[in-house]
């Protein structure tokens, strides 16, 4: 796992620096100068585009990630992948924008009664749509030559620090909403560019391909993979962005709350994104070369360095965030809303917990099973979302997506070990389980020692990381981590 560590180490402190950034920018910045509609808007847009987006390049990032260590010859410039990477996308997108033309009074429709203001700026999402989509198929370019860290720094911290910019210039009234839409669209057009430049840098293109080697990998074999696993990304992200959607039907400005919300709980997540973006081409290279003791060994590896690093996190948001909240002055709305952060990061834990899964299901031989238990899943999530929104609101949305996590997540379990008899957990996760139990509920009965609610963040905060890290070193549960600690410093 040396490529994996040290990429995967990059990417989890760009990603923190970047989410820290996001932070200061969601809970202090953006609820203070952006009304609750405004800010559902942004939101709404973009989890509308993005999942329009995984539709669009049908299902190229997958073929990347499966075909281009078949192709991949610098010399020979990739024996002209690249041309078929943007055939593949220029044909996607010009049926998706038609599609979109097509069904806009249908989708609009559900929006014009408590959602008027993303009505108004539906036309965005074609364009918004083929900036996002594109990110998307660079960015797994990236990942394939092993180049992930450029697109990680330009979409965890550039783009965060972008808008930050933005938000305050639309406040003090700099720039109208229009050109405050425009510029935040345009963010990420500015990513996609720089994206371009940098593999035009440092990789050799061709878009012609090689007719022998396009013989026996087919573009209808290859099309054939990737529209399944686009099918697939497209159920995996609508898992968690159908809520978002059925919800901004309801009320736009709950759309804010419940984003915010999510986006304190992706701090679980962090690590796991972070490795996803390096491992899932190690996955389909050592699948290519019949290589499952070594799947196995990144699974269990993955499993259980996630759930130490998932449970720390975890425990401190669910002990910190009331304070968060009141530190960051945020509206009513939102922090009598406060246990949705508590419900959805369950299933932020739940998600972490079971390791880089995904990438074993779908590229393995039987990704053709593994994108029908998916989309069966995506099913009964959008069945529990309409029951559940209009019955409980935001809560009925957040249940909604912890069952997803849990449904999702089981589905995969079961998968793998059937096909592979691969079973990542041992007696020491109950026991890293029980711990975070433990920690959770010593952080949700601790008192409240002042009125100061600095002081009650790091006193709460110190005490459940103490007891949570206190308890992994005593029962050995990771030692060498520790082990690992002491060398460095302690070293000569």
């Known amino acids: 796992m040396g490529v994996i560590k040290r990429q995967g180490i990059k990417n989890t402190i760009i990603t923190y620096i970047g989410i820290i950034i996001g932070a ?35 299902g190229l990032p997958n073929i990347i990630v499966k075909y281009f260590p078949f ?16 055939l593949v996308f220029f044909i996607g997108f010009v049926i998706s924008a038609a599609a979109l033309l097509i069904l806009k009074p249908t989708i609009t429709s559900y929006y014009t009664k ?41 979409n965890d911290i550039c783009l965060r620090l972008g808008t930050v910019l933005i938000t305050i210039l639309y406040f003090n009234k700099v720039i109208s909403l229009d050109q405050y839409v425009y510029c935040f669209i345009g963010l ?21 391909p090689n007719k022998n080697l396009f013989q026996k990998y087919s573009a209808k074999q290859m099309l054939r993979f990737g529209l399944l696993l686009c099918l697939a990304s497209f159920a ?19 759309v804010a709350v419940y984003t915010t919300a999510i986006f304190i709980a992706s701090f679980i997540e962090v690590p796991l994104g972070a490795l996803e973006r390096i491992s899932h081409t190690k996955i389909a290279d050592n699948f290519a070369k019949n290589n499952l003791h070594e799947i196995e060994k990144i699974y269990k590896d993955s499993v259980k360095y996630l759930l130490l690093i998932g449970g720390f996190l975890f425990i401190g948001i669910t002990a910190c965030t009331k304070y ?47 994108t029908v238990l998916l989309v069966t899943t ?32 089981m589905v995969k379990f079961v998968f793998i070990y059937q096909k592979f008899k691969f079973q990542p957990y041992t007696k020491k996760s109950l026991y890293i389980f029980m711990i975070i139990s433990l920690c959770s509920f010593i952080g949700y009965v601790f008192p409240e020692v002042s009125s100061n609610a600095f002081a009650n963040l790091f006193l709460k905060g110190s005490v459940v990381a103490t007891i949570y890290v206190a308890a992994i070193y005593q029962l050995k549960l990771a030692p060498e981590i520790f082990n690992g600690i002491k060398q460095r410093l302690f070293k000569k």
């Open 24 to 58: 200061v920018n969601i809970i202090f910045i953006q609820p203070k100068l952006l009304t609750e509609e405004e800010l559902g808007l942004t939101r709404l847009l973009y989890d509308f585009a993005y999942l329009i987006g995984l539709a669009v390049p049908l």
């Open 236 to 254: 995996s992200i609508a898992l968690r962005k159908i809520d978002v959607i059925i919800l901004g039907a309801s009320d736009l400005k709950l």
């Open 378 to 409: 995506l099913v009964i999530t959008v069945l529990l979302n309409i029951f559940l929104i209009p019955v409980y609101g935001i809560y009925g949305a957040a249940i909604a997506s912890v069952a997803a996590s849990f449904i999702y997540n």
């Open 71 to 86: 192709f991949k010859d610098k010399e020979n410039k990739h024996n002209g992948f690249a041309g078929f990477v943007l």
């Open 188 to 208: 990420y057009a500015i990513e996609l560019i720089v994206i371009l430049g940098y593999i035009v840098l440092v990789d050799k293109l061709s878009f012609i």
């Open 324 to 370: 968060i909240y009141e530190i960051g002055q945020l509206p009513n709305s939102y922090q009598t809303c406060i246990d949705v952060v508590y419900i959805v990061s369950l299933g932020a834990l739940i998600n972490i917990s079971t390791g880089i899964n995904s990438a074993i299901m779908f590229y393995s031989k039987h990704y053709v099973l593994g």
């Open 114 to 154: 408590d959602a008027a203001l993303f009505v108004n700026y539906f036309s965005f999402i074609i364009p918004f749509t083929f900036i996002v989509s594109s990110i998307t198929i660079t960015t797994a370019y990236c990942q394939a030559l092993f180049k992930s860290t450029i697109p990680s720094f330009l």
